[in-house]
């Protein structure tokens, strides 16, 4: 197409014509970005927020393997739906958003099983089976070698199998039926002192 | 008239900010780097990273301490003095009765942060947009309530029906007032013609930092008085000119074409 002064200005006149008319409203309102479902097409998880006792339920939206989205559980009896400040934001623990807005994953997550030896000053990389084996060993070793089999309790003797020297916690963020078994293990073993995080 | 509104209740808020951090999760914000001021209230400032905040305001009458504290943002006002301030009709209402900001027509010219008698506007200076609450429309739209009224813990956001609302509203002041709370009232019924937020304040509203009377700014009125009918006298004057344009160019063109017959 030849462009010639004319026509330029003819062409100049209509597009300015066309933009004043669009913000004069005779075009319908732009929909606001983000009128489709932010979380749609993404697959639901439940989960238990693991900051503090309560143990609130999460369903966590992922998608491609990053967590989009997390919100309270309307379903769960503990926290009906609703949320704290640090649940809200618990999505941040396994990805955090980059300048650019990209997920990338926290790098202050721990991924590996952190080791650190009586009297060292710094942590060692370790597996999960070494861990596993080193703390069922060492649990057995101390059970054996401090199990009390018999006390004297009101002035007699009673036989009561037990060990003051292992301490048990249990975790919120396992369901009752988990804490159950944690709780018949730890008394099976002679443990005494059993704890758990949600003393509230 | 708003169909859905949120119920502000700051008698049984607690000052946790999981609306805060529920808005910043679902919208996407970044997280805002900030000096400790001496209250909870952080970030101190809206902006277009922070949409809702926790308020806190402390007081020491004759030794009685009240500390208050609500959630606030944008209010969606039904006479919204954002909407009549924007010269490029970027801020409307939507169908659900919220306020929001096109951002394809938003030229970041901050006429709604200064008109806002609420001071909720946030200014983006890396995109020169204005940002604020949504009132998560994209979340009213699919049937889902919003992040912060989802999030909160202790029932002091209410999502619902305006009527229920209202009616809950006013069900809690009086609950109040039998207790002993003869300040206890309802804010944002009549204010700017109605607000989708409408809180039930356990004291004056001046001392929740809100305006006692918000009113939308004299000079956002006269501005937008002047202003709309100016916009379409703009329109007039393009249409006749291009008219004109062409009319002229045909006359021309007779002429030449004329002058041209003649030479031959």
Redesign the interface.
Known sequence: MELTR?SF??LA??T??AA??T???YRK??A???????IRYTQEFHTICTFCGVGCGIICNVRDGVIV????DPDHPV?E?????????I?NVSYV?DEK?KPVPNPNRLTNVLYRAPGSDRYEVKDWDWALETIAKRIKDTRDRTLEEKAIVDGREVTVNRTNSIGWLGSAFCTGEENYLFHKMARAMGVINIDHCARL | MKAQVCLIDASKCIGCRACQAACKQWNQLPAVKTEFTGSYENPPQYSCSTWTKVVFREYNENGRIQWLMSKQGCMHCTDAACKLACPTGAIYHTDEGTVAIDRIKCIGCNYCAAACPFQVVGFDRVTNRAEKCTFCHDRLVNGLQPACSAACPTGSLVFGEEREIISKAQARVERLKYKGNNNARIYGLDEVDGTAMLYVLADKPEKYGLPADPQVPLGTRIWSAIYGPLRILVVIAVGFGIWANLTKNKELDKAKEEAQEEKE
């Open positions: 004319r200005l003819k006149g209509v300015a014509a004043s008319l913000s004069v409203g309102a732009q606001a970005p983000g009128e489709r479902l932010r989205n997390a919100e309270g926290n739906g609703t949320l704290c400040s640090k649940g809200s934001s999505s958003f807005g």
